[in-house]
């Protein structure tokens, strides 16, 4: 069970070009960001390496890991290493981990989400992966309920020593999910559309996490 307090992780929407750079850099400028998600949609393999070769200073130069996933199919361990990115993140399938972890040892980080049941998230683990993702926003764009998420991500923080990161839909659901002893909060919307800009919505996130910790 983690005694630290949870870090930050914040996923992008689905880009298609490098134009959202600017916004990431309010965001890493906000506050200390654990990692980035940076959520490509597919394109041909030399656009998604150039993609991610420009953004990925605009994160690692705040001390920010930089991860990235790629809408369908796509050599994500090419991706990562030739793009520079820290890591890559896929959702579900633990024979394509097992695969990506052979490729690509200790030198990058894998994340997987797409977690749907108790037994997704061990056999995910079981499949190599530095860390799992609960309760992201589906495809669709709905979300699992809370009450499920802060459950499993309790469950999984207390047995387990995988980290774990879980979404947050608002900042108004971090302090319960801050609870569950998970290692990483992530957000989404609820910086980037922040009415005072994704650097106030990341100080705000922050400024709740450190009030949680104070009262552990």
């Given at each position: 069970m983690?005694?630290a307090?949870?870090?930050?992780?914040?996923?992008?929407?689905?880009?298609?070009?490098?134009?959202?750079?600017?916004?990431?850099?309010?965001?890493?400028?906000?506050?200390?960001?654990?990692?980035?998600?940076?959520?490509?949609?597919?394109?041909?393999?030399?656009?998604?390496?150039?993609?991610?070769?420009?953004?990925?200073?605009?994160?690692?130069?705040?001390?920010?890991?930089?991860?990235?996933?790629?809408e369908?199919?796509?050599?994500?361990?090419?991706?990562?290493?030739?793009?520079?990115?820290?890591?890559?993140?896929?959702?579900?399938?633990?024979?394509?981990?097992?695969?990506?972890?052979?490729?690509?040892?200790?030198?990058?980080?894998?994340?997987?989400?797409?977690?749907?049941?108790?037994?997704?998230?061990?056999t995910?683990?079981?499949?190599?992966?530095?860390?799992?993702?609960?309760?992201?926003?589906?495809?669709?764009?709905?979300?699992?309920?809370?009450?499920?998420?802060?459950?499993?991500?309790?469950?999984?923080?207390?047995?387990?020593?995988?980290?774990?990161?879980?979404?947050?839909?608002?900042?108004?659901?971090?302090?319960?999910?801050?609870?569950?002893?998970?290692?990483?909060?992530?957000?989404?919307?609820?910086?980037?559309?922040?009415?005072?800009?994704?650097?106030?919505?990341?100080?705000?996130?922050?400024?709740?996490?450190?009030?949680?910790e104070?009262?552990?």
């Amino acid at each position: 069970m983690s005694e630290a307090a949870a870090r930050l992780y914040l996923i992008t929407p689905l880009l298609n070009d490098t134009s959202f750079a600017p916004r990431l850099t309010e965001a890493c400028a906000g506050g200390h960001v654990a990692a980035v998600l940076l959520r490509l949609a597919l394109a041909d393999e030399r656009t998604l390496i150039n993609q991610v070769k420009t953004l990925a200073p605009v994160v690692q130069d705040h001390g920010t890991a930089l991860i990235v996933a790629v809408e369908g199919e796509a050599d994500l361990a090419t991706i990562a290493a030739r793009g520079g990115a820290d890591g890559l993140h896929i959702v579900g399938q633990p024979e394509r981990a097992r695969d990506l972890r052979e490729r690509v040892k200790t030198e990058r980080a894998i994340g997987a989400g797409g977690i749907r049941s108790k037994d997704d998230a061990m056999t995910l683990g079981e499949a190599g992966v530095d860390y799992l993702l609960f309760g992201e926003p589906r495809a669709d764009g709905s979300l699992p309920t809370l009450d499920i998420v802060i459950e499993r991500a309790a469950w999984w923080a207390e047995i387990f020593e995988t980290p774990c990161v879980v979404y947050a839909p608002s900042l108004d659901a971090i302090p319960a999910l801050a609870a569950t002893n998970a290692e990483f909060i992530a957000l989404g919307d609820a910086v980037w559309t922040h009415a005072g800009g994704p650097a106030k919505g990341v100080e705000a996130a922050l400024a709740i996490l450190d009030k949680q910790e104070a009262l552990r």
